[in-house]
């Protein structure tokens, strides 16, 4: 069973503020996904990456993907109240990635 | 769009009742999955299907039940509804990987189900 790692559980910080989350696993992914979730709603997917080192940015969001593909990490900067969520990562595995394995989630509250 | 539609979004059951969750979607996806949402535990996949006529359990599908007549539905069935199964549930659907897909799932706004 693939297991993936998501530290802290829980983050409260101030508006303005910068802050790191990671997605750790002893098992390598084919691709890597985070997504963000609000209250009473479903989960909306932020980023897709797919290559050992692979950085990508959207907007104040920066995220990572380990050389060896077993880990990620999201940073914030300047962190916003609307940045307020649970940030969940998800590995995709098999020949189709058609199986997410996804973390138990980052919940992030910032206050203003 | 209506992308993922789930009914109903809130029911109480008693112990021992059966129901079905209704997904449907609008997109045209190969591929459907229902999870399940505790405290504190991320997501649970339950079951999946990669097309119509082909279901497979996932991590945690004691107790539950799935059908895919049709590329649009996926219903989740509880027989014999348990406290444990106590959660939220979503349905969740995405294309095949072809061409520039990133695999995105999309996701329904949720079945909040209490067993009592």
């Known amino acids: 069973t693939q297991l993936l790692e998501q530290s802290p559980q829980f983050l409260s910080i101030q508006e303005g503020e910068n802050l790191t989350v990671y997605c750790n696993s002893s098992s390598v992914f084919s691709s890597l996904q985070w997504y963000r979730q609000e209250p009473g709603e479903g989960p909306v997917l932020l980023v897709t990456?797919?290559?050992?080192?692979e950085v990508k940015k959207l907007k104040r969001l920066t995220f990572q993907f380990g050389d060896a593909r077993k880990d990620s990490s999201l940073h914030i900067t300047a962190a916003q109240p609307g940045d307020t969520g649970l940030y969940l990562c998800?590995?995709?595995?098999?020949?189709?990635?058609?199986?997410?394995?996804f973390g138990k989630g980052t919940l992030l509250t910032v206050n203003p | 769009n209506a992308g993922v539609t789930q009914t109903p979004k809130f029911r109480i059951l008693k112990i021992g009742q059966s129901m079905t969750l209704q997904c449907t979607q609008d997109?045209?996806?190969?591929?459907m999955y229902w999870y399940r949402q505790d405290p504190g535990m991320g997501l649970k996949l339950i079951y999946y299907s990669v097309g119509a006529g082909i279901t497979d359990k996932g991590e945690v599908p004691n107790g539950y039940n799935v059908s895919r007549s049709t590329t649009e539905d996926f219903p989740l069935r509880l027989e014999l509804a348990a406290p444990s199964q106590t959660s939220v549930y979503f349905c969740?659907?995405?294309?095949?990987?072809?061409?520039?897909?990133?695999?995105?799932?999309?996701f329904g706004e949720g079945s909040r189900l209490t067993v009592l």
């Open positions: 997109m045209n996806h190969n591929y």
């Open positions: 969740a659907s995405r294309p095949g990987l072809a061409g520039m897909n990133t695999g995105e799932l999309f």
């Open positions: 998800a590995g995709g595995s098999g020949g189709s990635n058609y199986k997410l394995t």
């Open positions: 990456v797919v290559t050992g080192g």
